[in-house]
C-alpha cells in the first residue's frame, strides 16, 4: 500500500502562483512514475503532468506546458507542481497519482493510488 497526500492548494487570483506538494508513503522502495490530474465540477478527470523515477523526463498536456512545472525529490518521496500564470479555468480538485514503473502515463487508470485531492480556485 502506498498513501499519498497532496498540500498546498487554495484560492489564487487569474496570473499567480500556487505550488502544490504530495508526500508519498508506504511501499516506495521501488521505482515509480508519479502525476498530476485534475478534476473541475462536471467536467471528467483530466491528466495535467508526469515525472518519472529519476525526474529526468516529465509529460505535460498542452494546457499547462509552458506554464505548470513538476518536479520530484526522492529523499523526501515528495512530488511538486509549480503553477505559474493560472487561469480560472485551471480551477479544479487537483489529484497526485502513482504509478510503479518507468513510463510516464497520461491515462487515470494506469496509476495504482491516489491522494484526497486538494481544490485550486482561480479567480478572475
Known amino acids: 500500500q502506498v498513501q499519498l497526500v497532496e498540500s498546498g492548494g487554495g484560492l489564487v487570483q487569474a496570473g499567480g502562483s500556487l505550488r502544490l506538494s504530495c508526500g508519498a508513503s508506504?511501499?516506495?522502495?521501488?521505482?515509480?512514475?508519479m502525476g498530476w490530474f485534475r478534476q473541475a465540477p462536471g467536467k471528467e478527470r483530466e491528466f495535467v503532468t508526469a515525472?518519472?523515477?529519476?525526474?529526468?523526463?516529465?509529460y505535460y498536456a498542452d494546457s499547462v506546458k509552458g506554464r505548470f512545472t513538476i518536479s520530484r525529490d526522492n529523499a523526501k518521496n515528495t512530488v511538486y507542481l509549480q503553477m505559474n500564470s493560472l487561469k480560472p479555468e485551471d480551477t479544479a480538485v487537483y489529484y497526485c497519482?502513482?504509478?510503479?514503473?518507468?513510463?510516464?502515463?497520461?491515462?487515470?487508470?494506469?496509476?495504482?493510488?491516489w491522494g484526497q485531492g486538494t481544490q485550486v480556485t482561480v479567480s478572475s
Open positions: 508506504g511501499r516506495t522502495f521501488s521505482s515509480y512514475t
Open positions: 515525472i518519472n523515477w529519476s525526474g529526468g523526463n516529465s
Open positions: 497519482a502513482f504509478a510503479y514503473g518507468t513510463n510516464l502515463y497520461s491515462i487515470w487508470r494506469a496509476y495504482d493510488y
